[in-house]
């Protein structure tokens, strides 16, 4: 799938091409070459989504779920790397992506928020 990404293709293919990266080394992100692959990548995806979004709303009517940006903002978290995860979090709330929580990703922004106060205190 790596080696994929070098191969020219169209927005929507690109947009499932990363994601399916990026979920696959989340699942093993425990491993630190699996973890590493996923920061590259979750980072490539969240940053070409500008050039996806449009694809991807016009050939499914709507943008699905990105599992792509909740991932990233987790692993930063858990990384210590708060204020990128909470940009990431933004970035998905102004693409209007839902997380699928009962709060969405301001919920996870203010989560975010309390780890990080407590880590600092």
Known sequence: ???ALQTPTNPVDRHF???TIVQQAYRNR????MR???LKHARQHVDEFSGLAGPL????GKLPQVPTFPYLATVLTEDGHYDEAIEVCRKAINFGLDDG???G???RIERIRKKQHRTAG
Do not use: C, D, H, V
Not at 30 to 33: A, D
Not at 57 to 60: F, H, N
């Open 105 to 107: 990703f301001a919920g």
């Open 57 to 60: 709303k016009q050939e499914l």
């Open 30 to 33: 425990n491993n630190p070459e």
């Open 1 to 3: 799938m790596l080696r």
């Open 36 to 38: 590493s692959i996923l």
């Open 101 to 103: 929580t009962k709060s």
């Open 17 to 19: 091409l990363l994601l």
